[in-house]
């Protein structure tokens, strides 16, 4: 082969090559969107609970769509001088490849009706048990969204001002964490019957009648007045194991929440719901922004923002141990999580696991009580490999 058939053959195959280098540019670039995506959806929540501290409203953006245009180009260029023969003495061969990228990002400020009832409206105790068996801990759970248990906790509408996290709730939350820990109590979702129309009773029912029942998810109980309408239902369950139930520990904190220490089996209820009684706990949830709110207390603010009144003079409450943010008047380095508000900086440190674990589960919440839904409210990302 001459040296110029091989030149041209190196080429050719460089050139080829480029569809590889291509795929391998695509799938940085994915890796790179998404570790992007993840890393800016964790400054947002941390600048909304700054802002919380600040008494300033929540801002949330959503991507709703991402593309990326790449082009990619070669060029072979070849030179060369001949003799007075037509036999070539100089050659001069060139070849130059390239890629250049052209990202879009769209947002759009969740500001519907519905995002705003969703934020706002307490959570259901389902969610409590998914937190819980996704692994998050049973006490940094309830620490966060939980905050009235029976008669044990914070009233409505004094949790804002509040100087510090009720000892005696603190004291119930770690309990149930380390019993959950080791073994000697669940949470569980348990399937049933509950009576739909109470204290009323269906006498005749015909065929059709109990096929369209069915069919809704309705199910009959035999009564000696006639029949009584139910559906199915999930309800989270407590469920202490008889070691635990008979040892004095238990029956303790049992006489404290006003509970049958011996019954074994308490249904958890959302206290708008249900009237207390002693087989059941029933739980003040708090709302995400609530949580929000709550996680705000734990923000550290320079001392010139007390005193020019920028923000109120509130003490880190005690008991707010699992999450803290630090304040810097320079831009922190080496930090997990930094964002910059009214000319300060607000960051989580890399060795704070426990603030850092506290915002990995209230952004795992948003995700699931927030921004639930189909496939056509998830961001498209298009990233076509150029030629």
Same mark, same amino acid.
């Given at each position: 082969m001459t040296k110029l058939g091989l030149f041209l053959f190196i080429g050719f195959?460089?050139?080829?090559?480029?569809?590889?280098?291509?795929? =391998?540019?695509?799938?940085?670039?994915?890796?790179?969107y998404n570790q992007a995506l993840q890393e800016t959806e964790q400054k947002e929540l941390l600048l909304n609970i700054v802002r919380l501290r600040y008494n300033e409203p929540p801002a949330f953006l959503q991507v709703t769509g991402i593309s990326s245009q790449f082009e990619f180009t070669s060029e072979l260029l070849i030179g060369g001088e001949t003799d007075g023969d037509g036999r070539l003495e100089v050659f001069s061969p060139e070849a130059a490849i390239s890629f250049s990228s052209s990202p879009t990002v769209t947002f759009s400020p969740q500001q519907e009706k519905e995002f705003t009832r969703q934020i706002m409206a307490p959570v259901g105790p389902e969610t409590l048990y998914r937190l819980i068996e996704y692994g998050w801990g049973l006490e940094r759970v309830f620490g966060l969204?939980?905050?009235?248990?029976?008669?044990?906790?914070?009233?409505?509408?004094?949790?804002?001002?509040?100087?510090?996290?009720?000892?005696?709730?603190?004291?119930?939350?770690?309990?149930?964490?380390?019993?959950?820990?080791?073994?000697?109590?669940?949470?569980?979702?348990? =399937?049933?019957?509950?009576?739909?129309?109470?204290?009323?009773?269906?006498?005749?029912?015909?065929?059709?009648?109990?096929?369209?029942?069915?069919?809704?998810?309705?199910?009959?109980?035999?009564?000696?007045?006639?029949?009584?309408?139910?559906?199915?239902?999930? =309800?989270?369950?407590?469920?202490?194991?008889?070691?635990?139930?008979? =040892?004095?520990?238990?029956?303790?904190?049992?006489?404290r929440l006003n509970l049958d220490g011996q019954a074994g089996t308490y249904r958890i209820d959302p206290m708008r719901n249900s009237q207390q009684n002693s087989f059941q706990l029933t739980v003040a949830l708090r709302s995400p922004l609530e949580m929000m709110a709550f996680l705000s207390r734990g923000v550290s603010i320079p001392a010139s923002h007390h005193t020019d009144r920028v923000a109120p003079d509130w003490p880190i409450p005690d008991g707010l141990e699992f999450f803290h943010v630090h304040a810097s008047q320079q831009k922190p380095s080496d930090v997990y999580l930094a964002v910059e508000h009214l000319g300060t900086w607000f960051y989580i440190p890399k060795d704070d696991l426990e603030s850092r674990r506290t915002l990995g589960l209230?952004?795992?919440?948003?995700?699931?009580?927030?921004?639930?839904?189909?496939?056509?409210?998830?961001?498209v990302l298009t990233l076509p490999v150029g030629r």
């Amino acid at each position: 082969m001459t040296k110029l058939g091989l030149f041209l053959f190196i080429g050719f195959a460089g050139m080829l090559g480029g569809c590889s280098t291509g795929s =391998s540019q695509f799938s940085s670039s994915r890796m790179d969107y998404n570790q992007a995506l993840q890393e800016t959806e964790q400054k947002e929540l941390l600048l909304n609970i700054v802002r919380l501290r600040y008494n300033e409203p929540p801002a949330f953006l959503q991507v709703t769509g991402i593309s990326s245009q790449f082009e990619f180009t070669s060029e072979l260029l070849i030179g060369g001088e001949t003799d007075g023969d037509g036999r070539l003495e100089v050659f001069s061969p060139e070849a130059a490849i390239s890629f250049s990228s052209s990202p879009t990002v769209t947002f759009s400020p969740q500001q519907e009706k519905e995002f705003t009832r969703q934020i706002m409206a307490p959570v259901g105790p389902e969610t409590l048990y998914r937190l819980i068996e996704y692994g998050w801990g049973l006490e940094r759970v309830f620490g966060l969204m939980v905050r009235r248990i029976n008669d044990v906790g914070t009233p409505v509408g004094l949790e804002r001002e509040a100087l510090e996290v009720p000892t005696e709730q603190l004291d119930v939350f770690r309990k149930l964490g380390l019993w959950q820990r080791t073994h000697q109590l669940e949470l569980a979702l348990v =399937s049933r019957s509950v009576g739909v129309l109470d204290g009323y009773f269906i006498h005749e029912l015909g065929l059709d009648d109990l096929t369209a029942l069915r069919e809704k998810g309705y199910g009959l109980i035999r009564e000696e007045d006639g029949y009584t309408l139910t559906e199915e239902k999930e =309800s989270l369950e407590l469920i202490v194991s008889a070691p635990l139930a008979g =040892s004095a520990d238990w029956l303790s904190l049992a006489d404290r929440l006003n509970l049958d220490g011996q019954a074994g089996t308490y249904r958890i209820d959302p206290m708008r719901n249900s009237q207390q009684n002693s087989f059941q706990l029933t739980v003040a949830l708090r709302s995400p922004l609530e949580m929000m709110a709550f996680l705000s207390r734990g923000v550290s603010i320079p001392a010139s923002h007390h005193t020019d009144r920028v923000a109120p003079d509130w003490p880190i409450p005690d008991g707010l141990e699992f999450f803290h943010v630090h304040a810097s008047q320079q831009k922190p380095s080496d930090v997990y999580l930094a964002v910059e508000h009214l000319g300060t900086w607000f960051y989580i440190p890399k060795d704070d696991l426990e603030s850092r674990r506290t915002l990995g589960l209230m952004s795992s919440l948003i995700r699931q009580e927030v921004q639930a839904g189909g496939a056509e409210n998830l961001p498209v990302l298009t990233l076509p490999v150029g030629r």
